[in-house]
């Protein structure tokens, strides 16, 4: 045996006693959380010891360990994978989710949960406020906003009526692509997409498709289910879209904007406690004349708490009324939030909290630290 057999066999020896080590120690992980679970008392599901900050906590802690080699990408999915097999091992969480499969928000589910929770796709952002209303999902998850297309308007006005709550953020980064049979541009006729990838992609179509026709449809995954027999027609979508429905990709990443991302809400039926790094999103509306939204705007800006977004939508409750939706730093429980909404529930308005709940963790960009 040669001097690099050698070492090749002594670095193979160290990799299997590393292996047979990980999976002791993922064994005994498992055996603690199962613990944890009992100690809270008889659950019929995984979501009656599920706790979002807790889990937060854990993967900030992936990232300030990590040194390399593998990405912070990497690290974090491996632990959300792990967390989400121990969390399963009585019975997995049920995850609605706005459908079908193949869909950016199934990919959302797994980011957030992990590949061991029952995910199931819904027609409508409706149904998934429906399902989990109903206790027929423990959770829910639903596009809330895209950096290059704005708000989602039908997740927010669920919000106005629905008694649910925000328990996480997803932030996933969109990559589209040009799925066909067909081995050529030339030869394609049509193309289907959700409209907002239609848009998304507004510039690469017009360069490489012009005068093809452009088909808006449900979602991105159904696009894909009606091109997988037709080899003169394309669809925009996701690689989870393609691998669903076995539709190679001519063409990838034809998003115009490289760090097009969108964010999506977990939502559920309880708040959670704080997690150290949280955000609250309130709602807020009142009928008292001008000065209304200032007045209960006041109490934050004399706290000093940011205020990162504003959203307004037509009110229910009559012609030309709004209510607002806004997300602030902190969580409710905790200082200065907690005497801010104290006093704006005080005012004649209305200030709901639809929830608060952990930061999206997400993976540095090369170069970055956790400063």
Same mark, same amino acid.
């Given at each position: 045996?040669?001097?690099?057999?050698?070492?090749?066999?002594?670095?193979?020896?160290?990799?299997? +006693?590393?292996?047979?080590?990980?999976?002791?120690?993922?064994?005994?992980?498992?055996?603690?959380?199962?613990?944890?679970?009992?100690?809270?008392?008889?659950?019929?599901?995984?979501?009656?010891?599920?706790?979002?900050?807790?889990?937060?906590?854990?993967?900030?802690?992936?990232?300030?360990?990590?040194?390399? /080699?593998?990405?912070?990408?990497?690290?974090?999915?491996?632990?959300?994978?792990?967390?989400?097999?121990?969390?399963?091992?009585?019975?997995?969480?049920?995850?609605?989710?706005?459908?079908?499969?193949?869909?950016?928000?199934?990919?959302? *589910?797994?980011?957030?949960?992990?590949?061991? *929770?029952?995910?199931?796709?819904?027609?409508?952002?409706?149904?998934?406020?429906? =399902?989990?209303?109903?206790?027929?999902?423990?959770?829910?998850?639903?596009?809330?906003?895209?950096?290059?297309?704005?708000? *989602?308007?039908?997740?927010?006005?669920?919000?106005?009526?629905?008694?649910?709550?925000?328990?996480?953020?997803?932030?996933?980064?969109?990559?589209?692509?040009?799925?066909?049979?067909?081995?050529? @541009?030339?030869?394609?006729?049509?193309?289907?997409?959700? =409209?907002?990838?239609?848009?998304?992609?507004?510039?690469?179509?017009?360069?490489?498709?012009?005068?093809?026709?452009?088909?808006?449809?449900?979602?991105?995954?159904?696009?894909?289910?009606?091109?997988?027999?037709?080899?003169? +027609?394309?669809?925009?979508?996701?690689?989870?879209?393609?691998?669903?429905?076995?539709? /190679?990709?001519?063409?990838?990443?034809?998003?115009? =904007?490289?760090?097009?991302?969108?964010?999506?809400?977990?939502?559920?039926?309880?708040?959670? +406690?704080?997690?150290?790094?949280?955000?609250?999103?309130?709602?807020?509306?009142?009928?008292?004349?001008?000065?209304?939204?200032?007045?209960?705007?006041?109490?934050?800006?004399?706290?000093?708490?940011?205020?990162?977004?504003?959203?307004?939508?037509?009110?229910?409750?009559?012609?030309?009324?709004?209510?607002?939706?806004?997300?602030?730093?902190?969580?409710?429980?905790?200082?200065?939030?907690?005497?801010?909404?104290?006093?704006?529930?005080?005012?004649?308005?209305?200030?709901?909290?639809?929830?608060?709940?952990?930061?999206? *963790? @997400?993976?540095?960009?090369?170069?970055?630290?956790?400063?």
């Amino acid at each position: 045996m040669s001097d690099n057999d050698k070492k090749l066999a002594s670095v193979r020896a160290q990799i299997n +006693a590393l292996d047979s080590e990980i999976q002791q120690l993922i064994s005994t992980r498992a055996r603690l959380a199962f613990q944890v679970a009992q100690s809270k008392g008889a659950q019929s599901s995984a979501v009656g010891y599920y706790r979002p900050e807790r889990e937060a906590q854990v993967l900030r802690g992936v990232l300030e360990r990590n040194e390399g /080699p593998l990405s912070d990408s990497e690290m974090l999915r491996l632990f959300r994978e792990i967390m989400s097999a121990c969390l399963a091992q009585q019975e997995p969480m049920k995850i609605a989710y706005l459908g079908p499969e193949g869909t950016f928000t199934q990919q959302a *589910v797994h980011r957030h949960f992990g590949h061991s *929770v029952l995910a199931a796709g819904q027609a409508t952002i409706e149904d998934v406020f429906a =399902q989990v209303q109903g206790e027929e999902a423990d959770f829910g998850v639903v596009p809330i906003e895209n950096s290059t297309q704005g708000v *989602v308007t039908h997740t927010l006005d669920r919000f106005i009526d629905a008694d649910l709550k925000i328990c996480g953020e997803v932030e996933l980064r969109i990559h589209h692509n040009l799925l066909t049979h067909s081995q050529s @541009l030339s030869t394609l006729d049509r193309v289907y997409a959700h =409209q907002q990838s239609f848009s998304q992609c507004k510039g690469w179509l017009q360069r490489n498709l012009p005068g093809v026709e452009l088909i808006a449809v449900s979602s991105n995954a159904e696009a894909a289910r009606r091109v997988r027999n037709a080899p003169e +027609a394309a669809a925009i979508a996701g690689l989870s879209a393609a691998e669903v429905y076995g539709l /190679p990709a001519l063409f990838t990443d034809i998003e115009d =904007q490289k760090d097009n991302t969108t964010r999506f809400l977990v939502i559920g039926r309880e708040l959670f +406690a704080p997690s150290g790094n949280d955000k609250s999103t309130l709602l807020l509306a009142g009928d008292e004349g001008p000065g209304l939204l200032h007045a209960l705007l006041a109490p934050l800006a004399a706290s000093g708490i940011n205020m990162t977004r504003i959203e307004s939508r037509p009110s229910p409750g009559g012609k030309w009324e709004y209510v607002f939706f806004i997300d602030v730093d902190g969580h409710a429980a905790e200082e200065p939030l907690a005497s801010a909404l104290a006093t704006m529930n005080q005012l004649g308005g209305k200030c709901r909290l639809l929830g608060s709940y952990p930061y999206a *963790v @997400l993976a540095r960009l090369p170069g970055e630290t956790t400063d």
